[in-house]
């Protein structure tokens, strides 16, 4: 079920962070390409924005900060329990917005339209980790997209013209089969995002396909 080899021991004693980790839902490669096209005519808008890789874009269930190697196979386990307990379901990826006010965003997003079966996945998650002792944030889950975090105002205007023009546009659906545990490390050309553990969520339904959601 890993998918990067735990280093033993005497290289990564339990004492070192495992860099910084997250739980999230990777996208299909029809959603990708065309958040990618929006990404596109967004950047274009020449703002001073830290925009996320189209590699990278995920919606995040939990984020977990620093945690140690020795924690790795608990939350693993944790996940896996967390996962098998959902049928897989679909999501509605649609519409650009930000955090913040309108004529002053602070983070660009794309957004995921509501979904009981995610709130309940997301749910079982942030239970399941909090149980290991750990700390997630406690504030109301908004499950979104991230595609960019404002640096400035630079070419603030100029973003908001942009995001108008895009804001109302249809991604796709996400197929949530499993839930992953990532690890985040910064490198000098970004951040590069690698899988962990995978957890399958349940079994599809006797018909063979995932619930929809809205």
């Not at 079920?1 to 033993?8: E, F, L, N, R, S």
């Not at 996962?83 to 957004?111: D, N, Q």
Request: hydrophobic fraction near 50%; aromatic fraction near 6%.
């Amino acid at each position: 079920m890993y998918d990067v080899k735990i280093p033993p021991q005497s290289a990564a004693p339990s004492a070192e962070a495992f860099a910084r980790a997250f739980v999230a839902i990777a996208m299909g490669k029809d959603v990708r390409a065309r958040l990618t096209e929006a990404l596109g005519s967004l950047q274009r808008a020449g703002a001073h924005v830290a925009w996320v890789a189209p590699t990278n874009i995920h919606l995040s269930l939990a984020f977990l900060g620093n945690v140690t190697w020795d924690m790795v196979p608990l939350i693993g386990a944790a996940l896996d329990e967390a996962a098998a307990a959902c049928a897989p379901f679909s999501l509605a990826v649609a519409e650009v917005g930000s955090f913040g006010s309108a004529r002053s965003p602070r983070v660009i997003w794309a957004g995921v339209r509501e979904s009981p079966a995610l709130r309940e996945l997301q749910g079982r998650v942030a239970r399941g980790i909090m149980a290991l002792g750990l700390t997630i944030e406690e504030r109301e889950y908004r499950p979104h997209l991230t595609l960019g975090r404002v640096r400035s105002s630079r070419g603030r205007d100029e973003l908001v013209h942009a995001m108008a023009a895009v804001a109302g546009q249809e991604f796709g659906r996400i197929e949530v089969r499993e839930v992953l545990l990532m690890k985040s490390r910064m490198l000098p050309a970004g951040a590069e995002h690698s899988v962990v553990h995978r957890a399958p969520c349940a079994t599809a339904d006797a018909a063979g396909s995932p619930r929809g959601g809205p």
